[in-house]
């Protein structure tokens, strides 16, 4: 006997997945509206952290997470102009 296996693409047509409202929409700043899954576990006393957003997209955050490192606004603008980011 075979078990089926699913690929990502087969989640948003899962009847287990469906049943159990394992799947919420988040708007993504480039794409518009994107499904996504929930965590697919519950705890009985401890709650489950949820998405806050989208992914983001490849860069979206690079000056702040530069700065939280140190490095200042001259030295990201040029890292960016050398290309390095």
Known sequence: MYEVVNTVSDLADDVQILANNLIMEE???GLGPIKM??????????PVA???T???CLGEH???VLAE???SAEEI???RKDKVI
């Open 27 to 29: 708007n993504h700043r």
């Open 37 to 46: 899954l929930k965590f697919p576990f519950n705890f009985s006393t401890t």
């Open 50 to 52: 949820t998405a806050r």
């Open 54 to 56: 989208a992914a983001p």
């Open 62 to 64: 690079t000056d702040e």
């Open 69 to 71: 490192c140190g490095y």
């Open 77 to 79: 603008s040029q890292l």
